[in-house]
């Protein structure tokens, strides 16, 4: 079982700029697909960033061209940049496998952007 600790979030105005980041621990061995989700109390959990083992990276139709995953394979650690903040950007943001593992939820890290 992986288990993943987010970090990073924060209080920010409409147009600036947050880094997430995301450590793995535990079984790691074999991590492929790893992705930020994020989620507000109206909506579902939604996923808004992917990336492969290899580098290969996926993103969200709402979030294209802003944000940027990268991960550091040797340290476990997935990162989440995130420029030109949004209101709508406001939510919980985890990471986890891709298709997601339902015992590998962290607590989150809350983003929190004012018009």
């Known amino acids: 079982q992986v288990q993943f600790v987010e970090s990073g979030g924060g209080l920010v105005q409409a147009g600036g700029s947050l880094r997430l980041s995301c450590a793995a621990s535990?079984?790691?061995?074999?991590?492929?697909?790893i992705g930020w989700y994020r989620q507000t109390p109206e909506k579902l959990r939604e996923s808004v960033a992917l990336?492969?083992?290899?580098?290969?990276?996926n993103y969200g139709n709402s979030v294209k061209g802003r944000f940027t995953i990268s991960r550091d394979n040797a340290k476990n650690t997935v990162y989440l940049q995130m420029n030109n903040l949004k209101p709508e950007d406001t939510a919980v943001y985890y990471c986890?496998?891709?298709?997601?593992?339902?015992?590998?939820w962290g607590q989150g890290t809350q983003v929190t952007v004012s018009s």
């Open positions: 986890n496998k891709f298709p997601y593992a339902r015992d590998s």
């Open positions: 535990g079984n790691t061995f074999g991590l492929n697909v």
């Open positions: 990336i492969g083992s290899g580098g290969e990276t």
